[in-house]
T-cell receptor
Framework: AQTVTQSQPEMSVQEAETVTLSCTYD???????LFWYKQPPSRQMILVIR??????QNATENRFSVNFQKAAKSFSLKISDSQLGDAAMYFC???????????????FGKGTKLSVKP | NAGVTQTPKFQVLKTGQSMTLQCAQD?????MSWYRQDPGMGLRLIHY???????DQGEVPNGYNVSRSTTEDFPLRLLSAAPSQTSVYFC?????????????FGPGTRLLVL
């Protein structure tokens, strides 16, 4: 069974600094997608970034980038120039690929709570 | 587009009561799903649907029923609420079940069962 592990329940970063959130996953599939979702205090789930397993290049979205290490099954999120609005829960998620009975379903890690200090 | 909407935002139930959590989307999405979020547990899949008339169980389906009579709506029913069902419930949808499709989440329903 696929699993997603976020080993850091809480992290803290100084405003304008860089922080990296860790995520590892376990799968026997070769093609899949990985996601980072942000959940601010409003509870709304917001997609931050996604990565296709077949793509070598790490995904980037403005101040957010990932370090995808397929062999190590690692998918970390780097937030550069941290802002107060980045304070939130961050969830790593894996989406079952395009075959099998449970395709399309997201599997989430337990989350990392990020605090940003002014 | 309103996106994914959920009602109610907050509900208090007594043990044994029944209720339906509503979810609707106006994006003509084929795939819809329900998750529950508990402290320290992330989000766990309850039920999902790949189209009108087609539903299936997720990781934690016990105590919940779903149906999908239209593309737009995917209600979640609690037939006899239990304190263990106290949680925050999220509905999500995507255009299809393909892995690359972005899932859009509703704002959540907070449920307290006494």
């Amino acid at each position: 069974a696929q699993t997603v592990t976020q080993s850091q329940p809480e992290m803290s970063v100084q405003e304008a600094e860089t922080v990296t959130l860790s995520c590892t996953y376990d799968t026997s599939e070769s093609d899949y997608y990985l996601f980072w979702y942000k959940q601010p205090p409003s509870r709304q789930m917001i997609l931050v970034i996604r990565q296709e397993a077949y793509k070598q290049q790490n995904a980037t979205e403005n101040r957010f980038s990932v370090n995808f290490q397929k062999a190590a099954k690692s998918f970390s999120l780097k937030i550069s120039d941290s802002q107060l609005g980045d304070a939130a829960m961050y969830f790593c998620a894996y989406r079952v690929p395009n075959y099998g009975g449970s395709q399309g379903n997201l599997i989430f890690g337990k989350g990392t709570k990020l605090s940003v200090k002014p | 587009n309103a996106g994914v909407t959920q009602t109610p935002k907050f509900q208090v139930l007594k043990t044994g009561q029944s209720m339906t959590l509503q979810c609707a989307q106006d994006m003509n999405h084929e795939y819809m799903s329900w998750y529950r979020q508990d402290p320290g547990m992330g989000l766990r899949l309850i039920h999902y649907s790949v189209g009108a008339g087609i539903t299936d169980q997720g990781e934690v389906p016990n105590g919940y029923n779903v149906s999908r009579s239209t593309t737009e709506d995917f209600p979640l029913r609690l037939l006899s609420a239990a304190p263990s069902q106290t949680s925050v419930y999220f509905c999500a949808s995507s255009y299809s079940r393909r892995a690359y499709e972005t899932q859009y989440f509703g704002p959540g329903t907070r449920l307290l069962v006494l």
